[in-house]
């Protein structure tokens, strides 16, 4: 059965640091890319950062990047983000998918490779 676990959200103040961690189950986890989305309230959900299988190349929104890391451990089965420097408007569910990367873009596959997300609240 396929599974994915989100963890490391939680309340922290402007300029802090999070990190995510996302355990996949019933999945060859090393043969996909992953990604992280987010979705705050009233807003659609936004890719944030995407590594890709393999190379292990990564992908960022613009909104993040210099300030998140993306990595993975096959090993573990999980995907890790590293959020650094982190503002209010950071604020959102966080949650890791699996998917394909083709041609410059991400594709995530079915409902099932969704985790259920962790919340990250940034606020002073």
């Known amino acids: 059965q396929v599974q994915l676990v989100e963890s490391g959200g939680g309340l922290v103040q402007p300029g802090g640091s999070l990190r995510l961690s996302c355990s996949a189950f019933?999945?060859?986890?090393?043969?996909?890319?992953m990604s992280w989305y987010r979705q705050a309230p009233g807003k659609e959900r936004e890719l944030v950062a995407t590594?890709?299988?393999?190379?292990?190349?990564?992908n960022y929104a613009d909104s993040v990047k210099d300030r998140f890391t993306i990595s993975r451990d096959d090993s573990k089965n999980t995907v890790y983000l590293q959020m650094n420097s982190l503002k209010p408007e950071d604020t959102a569910l966080y949650y890791c998918?699996?998917?394909?990367?083709?041609?410059?873009?991400?594709?995530?596959?079915?409902?099932?490779?969704w985790g259920q997300g962790t919340q990250v609240t940034v606020s002073s």
């Open positions: 998918t699996a998917g394909t990367y083709l041609t410059g873009r991400f594709y995530p596959l079915g409902h099932a490779y």
């Open positions: 019933g999945f060859t986890f090393s043969n996909y890319a």
């Open positions: 590594i890709i299988h393999n190379a292990g190349s990564t």
